[in-house]
Each structure stands twice: as structure tokens, then as C-alpha cells.
């Protein structure tokens, strides 16, 4: 049996060939399909969005301010670690224009030096009186220093009632030399800072108190067990 003989494809039938184009029908959907449905996004909640950002703030600011808050706490403590000792002598001038030392003040007895922040802390004045009884009981002497205009300071004395007018330390010269100036973060003038000065002339006891009133009760305790 003779095997056919296939028929050579001439260059000219290649050229006009054409391959053949298939054609895909797409499956229809079948019954019951809803095209209609979508993938659902999960939307973007804003209100845990911004409670991360308030968080977050919250977190940024509260470190810096517990890291401050811990190297006051420092300086101050290291402050009343440090008490001089021997108190430096000065002079000023009061609110009655006198001109006072601590020498003379020593000559009556032991001191108590009142450092303080002035105008604007009726606090700071009503402490004068509220400890005459405390010092005429134990015989001491208290000298108010601050560090004001003398005119504004007159006229607090005069509002309080304060008896024995209070010196006048410009430029906080006396109160930097007693280092009663940066004390919980009062840059240009002292806090609320009590220094017992001996008729010795010895330091005997510093307290630097955050509360711009001190009851007198509560001094005198705190002074007696420092000097007991």
C-alpha cells in the first residue's frame, strides 16, 4: 500500500494564511448570583485614630515633665543638704528707710531669717504675722527679706498687719549669698526659705517650704527637730 503524498505549502499560500480566531463566550452567571455584591473595606475609624494620636501626645509630654519634676525635686534636697556653716553678715536697708544688720540682730538673741517671694504672694506676708507669738515665746529675733521696690512692700505691711518692717534686698544680693535664690524654679527671688542663724553666728538649721504659707505650729516642729 502506497503512502499518500503530501502536498508542499507554497510560500505564498503561508503569506495569506490566517490563524484562527477563537472566540470565548463568557459564562453566564448562574441563577441566584447577586452581582451586585462587593467585598466590604473595613472602614477607617477616626475616633481610635485619634485617641492613638491623644495617647500618644499624652505619653510625649508626660516623660519630659516627670524627668523635670524629679531634677527639682533633686536640686531642692541637695539645697537643704547644703547649709552654710557660718551665716554671712549684711546689711539693709527696711522699709522705714533704717538701715539694719545681722550683727545687731544677733545681739539680741538668735535669728530667724525669712526669705520670701513678695508682691504677689499674699501668702508670703500673712507668714509674718502668723509667727509673732512663735518668736516672742522663744525670744527670737525674725528678719523679713525680700526683694521688691520698699513703696509696693509698705503697702502690703500695711494690709497684713506686719509690724516690723521688712528689708529690702536689691539685685537679691543677700539672698543669692544665703543661696536662697532657684529654689522650685523662682529664678530671680527667693521661694518660701527659712534660715536660723545662732548668736554664735552658726547656721543651724535651712527649710525651704514648696507651700507659700507655713501654720506656726508646724515650723517650730520642724525647727525643733533639726535642732534637738
Known amino acids: 500500500m502506497s503512502t499518500p503524498?503530501?502536498?508542499?505549502?507554497?510560500?505564498?499560500?503561508?503569506?495569506?494564511?490566517?490563524?484562527?480566531?477563537i472566540t470565548r463566550t463568557p459564562t453566564p452567571p448562574s441563577k441566584g448570583t447577586d452581582m451586585s455584591r462587593r467585598t466590604k473595606v473595613p472602614s477607617f475609624d477616626k475616633a481610635n485614630e485619634r485617641r492613638r494620636v491623644a495617647l500618644g501626645w499624652a505619653a510625649f509630654l508626660t516623660i519630659p515633665a516627670a524627668l523635670t519634676a524629679l531634677?527639682?525635686?533633686?536640686?531642692?534636697?541637695?539645697?537643704?543638704?547644703r547649709v552654710l556653716p557660718v551665716a554671712p553678715a549684711f546689711t539693709l536697708t527696711n522699709t522705714d528707710g533704717e538701715r539694719v544688720s545681722l550683727e545687731d540682730a544677733l545681739a539680741d538673741g538668735d535669728t530667724l531669717l525669712y526669705f520670701s517671694m513678695g508682691l504677689g504672694c499674699d501668702g508670703c506676708f500673712a507668714q509674718i504675722p502668723e509667727l509673732d507669738a512663735l518668736l516672742e515665746e522663744r525670744g527670737l529675733t525674725m528678719l523679713s527679706i525680700m526683694?521688691?521696690?520698699p513703696d509696693l512692700v509698705a503697702n502690703e505691711e500695711a494690709r497684713f498687719g506686719?509690724?516690723?518692717?521688712?528689708?529690702?534686698?536689691?539685685?537679691?544680693?543677700?539672698?543669692?549669698?544665703?543661696?536662697?535664690?532657684?529654689?522650685?524654679?523662682?529664678?530671680?527671688?527667693?521661694s518660701h526659705?527659712?534660715?536660723?542663724?545662732?548668736?554664735?553666728?552658726?547656721?543651724?538649721?535651712?527649710?525651704?517650704?514648696?507651700?507659700?504659707?507655713?501654720p506656726a505650729g508646724a515650723l517650730a516642729a520642724e525647727m525643733d527637730a533639726a535642732t534637738a
Open 193 to 214: 526659705s527659712f534660715a536660723l542663724v545662732t548668736q554664735d553666728g552658726e547656721v543651724a538649721w535651712v527649710r525651704h517650704y514648696a507651700e507659700m504659707f507655713v
Open 71 to 81: 531634677v527639682v525635686v533633686a536640686l531642692v534636697s541637695e539645697q537643704e543638704q
Open 5 to 21: 503524498t503530501r502536498r508542499a505549502t507554497t510560500s505564498t499560500e503561508t503569506a495569506t494564511r490566517r490563524p484562527r480566531t
Open 162 to 190: 506686719v509690724r516690723d518692717a521688712i528689708l529690702i534686698d536689691p539685685g537679691a544680693a543677700v539672698s543669692s549669698l544665703y543661696g536662697m535664690i532657684g529654689i522650685y524654679g523662682h529664678g530671680d527671688r527667693p
Open 147 to 149: 526683694v521688691d521696690p
